[in-house]
């Protein structure tokens, strides 16, 4: 399985029969250019937020691959029904969801948008905006730090849960020199639990065998 990030929360899943992109959201914008791709399946939402959901970019997406599947919640789902988008929030083939709540941000927003968890292939696992999930595949897409959590929460979920791999996903708060000593500091104690913590770096992409 072929992983690349493209900022903050976005994943291109690339395996010999399947391209997904998971939560291709603003700040994924101008590091994501479709042209770039050459295939594309799969397009997974898992909510509504702009960091995890650009409508502008699912629109060139969209153009470039329009038999692609798109999944998401029910509000992303009319959001693309709008400007004439098909998208659905059943899970298709290979793809089940779990509970994923989304993060609780009161007071500074008091509404939680509905969110999916989404397992893939049976391998990978994405949850979106959340640390309060109690199921994870091999491979577990970890938001490590956010306005809503803690990088402690995120440590000592992924050392509960104990996948195979983590990949962290949703760190564009972080300077770039955090960033680095972060992943340092969580490579050393997710290692020391016997799971391989991946310090993905945008563009460059990854081989992970669950």
């Not at 959201?25 to 050459?38: K, Q, V, W």
């Not at 799969?42 to 470039?64: M, R």
Request: net charge negative; proline share 9%; with cysteine.
């Amino acid at each position: 399985m072929k992983i690349t990030k493209f900022v903050h929360s976005c994943l291109l899943v690339e395996t010999p029969g399947r391209v997904a992109l998971f939560d291709p959201g603003i700040f994924s914008a101008e590091a994501l250019n479709p042209d770039g791709l050459a295939r594309l399946d799969d397009i997974f939402i898992t909510h509504e937020h702009p960091d995890h959901f650009s409508l502008e970019l699912v629109k060139k997406l969209a153009q470039k691959f329009p038999h692609a599947r798109i999944t998401s919640t029910a509000p992303v789902v009319a959001q693309l029904a709008k400007v004439g988008i098909k998208a659905s929030n059943d899970p298709p083939a290979g793809v089940s969801f779990f509970d994923s709540p989304h993060a609780s941000k009161a007071p500074l927003m008091p509404v939680r948008p509905e969110e999916l968890g989404i397992h893939y292939l049976s391998q990978l696992s994405h949850p979106g905006d959340s640390h309060q999930f109690k199921e994870t595949k091999d491979i577990l897409a970890l938001p490590v730090t956010a306005p809503w959590g803690t990088s402690f929460k995120a440590i000592s979920l992924a050392c509960e849960l104990k996948p195979k791999h983590v990949l962290p996903i949703h760190d564009w708060h972080w300077r770039d020199e955090a960033r680095l000593m972060m992943y340092d500091r969580f490579e050393q104690v997710l290692g020391q639990q016997g799971i391989t913590f991946h310090k993905l770096q945008t563009g460059q992409p990854i081989e992970v065998e669950p």
